[in-house]
Structure formats: C-alpha cells, structure tokens
C-alpha cells in the first residue's frame, strides 16, 4: 500500500471514532434528574447555544446505523456492549473530563443513588460496573413503565419508539428528562455537550430486547449484585 493510501485509512479511521466520542453537557441550561447538566434544543434552535466539537455522524441520526458488534442484535448483551462503545469505547478504566466514570460512563450522583459510595473501587471493578448497569436499567425501567407500556409502538419526530430506545435515552438524559420528552410528544426534548440528542438515543439503541431486565422500584448494588 503506498503512503498517501496509509494516511488515508489513518484519517478516515480517526474520523469514525471521532463520531463515537460522548460526554455530558456541561452547559448551565438545564440538568437531570440526577445533576446531569443538558442544554434545551429550543435554545440551540434560537441560536442562543453554541455547536458541539463533535456529535453522532449526520449519517448515522438519518439512517440509524448501529455499532457493527459481531453479536446478536437484540439481546442484552449487543445492547449492553453497544452502550459500553458509545460511552467510552468500551473501556473500563475511563474517566472523561467531569468526571464520569467506567465503560457505561457513571457520575457519582448515580452511583451514590444505586449504593455505590467508593468510586476508587467501582472503577477497578468490571463485574461491579456491569452490576451497576444492570442496576440501573432496573430502576430505569420501573421509573418509565408507563412511557414504555403506553408509547412503545409509536413515533414520534420521526422516531421509532422502543422498550431499549427509552432506557438508553435516560442513560443520556436521565429518566425525568425522557418522561418529558414523551409526554410533550417530542417537543421537549434535550441534547448533551457533543449535541447527541434523546431522539438519536431512542433511534440508535431501538429494537434490543431487554426483558430479561426485570423493572424494581428501590434496587441497591451489594458487592457485585444488585437486589
């Protein structure tokens, strides 16, 4: 291969994983349930929010392109790594620059709110950040069994709304935040810094099949499980 072709691939490789980069916001404008700050798309719209560095590849939001595991979409385990590669390549060791931790990227608001008081050790722990996720669907789940029970199936701006579309927009945004996107039907919606939206989450991480993720009210991780 000669060197202009080299330098080519290297650039083009460089761009892709440029696209995969993800962090929450750091704009005053608004926060979740759980103190992620997010910033209103009307804002962005009027003008009044700068653009992010980087966000979701134009092509990806238009045509719902997943991450190419070689595994089986549909199931936990595709939706899981999925989520792990989009938060921090899949690495369990990554702190980002506010602070939000591990392959799933947690903050330790969440983590506190899940038991989970020594960081330190939830960041050397793969099986403990894999409880925690776990965990958190869980709450998740509980926390919008009605969006779920009452808009799966619909569409809304465009985007198919699904069970996991739904738990992975309240990873991004929190489940408040995604409670009032699907009760305004779409017209409150919220982006983090990179100008990754809930509508790109709900289409991105649509169709997986997490029903062996069973819906609790209070659910504490202990050690590396959670109950």
């Not at 990554?94 to 392959?103: D, I, Q, R």
Request: net charge positive.
């Amino acid at each position: 291969m000669k060197m202009n072709e080299v330098l080519i691939a290297i650039g083009i490789s460089c761009l892709i994983l440029l696209g995969y980069g993800f962090s929450s916001s750091s704009s005053p404008k608004a926060k979740n349930d759980l103190g992620t700050t997010l910033v209103p798309l009307s804002l962005k719209n009027r003008g009044l929010i700068s653009p992010p560095a980087f966000s979701i590849p134009h092509s990806e939001k238009k045509d719902a392109v997943r991450i190419p595991f070689p595994l089986v979409a549909g199931d936990y385990i595709a939706f899981k790594e999925a989520l792990g590669f989009k938060e921090s390549r899949g690495r369990y060791s990554c702190v980002n620059t506010l602070g939000y931790m591990g392959k799933y990227q947690f903050g330790s608001a969440t983590l506190a709110v899940l038991g989970i008081k020594d960081t330190l050790s939830f960041l050397h722990s793969p099986e403990l950040q894999e409880s925690v996720l776990e965990a958190n669907i869980a709450r998740n789940k509980w926390i919008l069994r009605h969006e779920i029970a009452s808009a799966s199936g619909k569409t809304i701006n465009g985007v198919p709304i699904t069970e996991s579309g739904l738990i992975a927009a309240a990873h991004l945004a929190g489940p408040g935040n995604v409670k009032k996107f699907i009760r305004s039907n779409g017209t409150n919606s919220m982006e983090d810094a990179f100008g990754t939206t809930v509508e790109d989450y709900l289409r991105y991480f649509a169709g997986f099949d997490l029903s062996s993720i069973k819906a609790k009210q209070k659910v504490r991780v202990n050690g590396e499980h959670y109950k």
